[in-house]
């Protein structure tokens, strides 16, 4: 019903800055709000960002609050996450996932209807 495709990934150097990019397609009309996850190797996927379609209402990971920025495009159906003063602890496939309802809790992955297939990220000098 509704398609992710994720980009924008790439290996940078600590400190360094990389911005994601999230492309919805298919019955993009009924997303509510958009949001990024991050999974690292033997680790639980864990919360980073989200925004909502319409208002464009932010939360953040308090831990990435201030390095990390999410926005939207709406005439381009696209969501993207600008990462700056990136650090090896960063390292992770990052996911890009959507929901067509308003429901809470907004942090964690089992919120989200839609993913997408994930870009990695790799911070290392």
């Known amino acids: 019903q509704v398609q992710l495709v994720e980009s924008g990934g790439g290996l940078v150097q600590p400190g360094g800055s990389l911005r994601l990019s999230c492309a919805a397609s298919?019955?993009?009309?009924?997303?509510?709000?958009m949001g990024w996850f991050r999974q690292a190797p033997g680790k639980e996927r864990e919360f980073v960002a989200t925004?909502?379609?319409?208002?464009?209402?932010?939360t953040y990971a308090d831990s990435l609050k201030g390095r990390f920025t999410i926005s939207r495009d709406n005439a381009k159906n696209t969501v993207y996450l600008q990462m700056n003063s990136l650090k090896p602890e960063d390292t992770a496939v990052y996911f890009c996932?959507?929901?067509?309802?308003?429901?809470?809790?907004?942090?964690?992955?089992?919120?989200?209807?839609?993913w997408g297939q994930g870009t990695q990220v790799t911070v290392s000098s």
């Open positions: 925004i909502t379609w319409t208002g464009g209402s932010t």
């Open positions: 298919g019955r993009t009309f009924s997303i509510y709000r």
């Open positions: 996932a959507a929901r067509a309802t308003s429901v809470r809790p907004v942090a964690v992955a089992a919120s989200y209807d839609f």
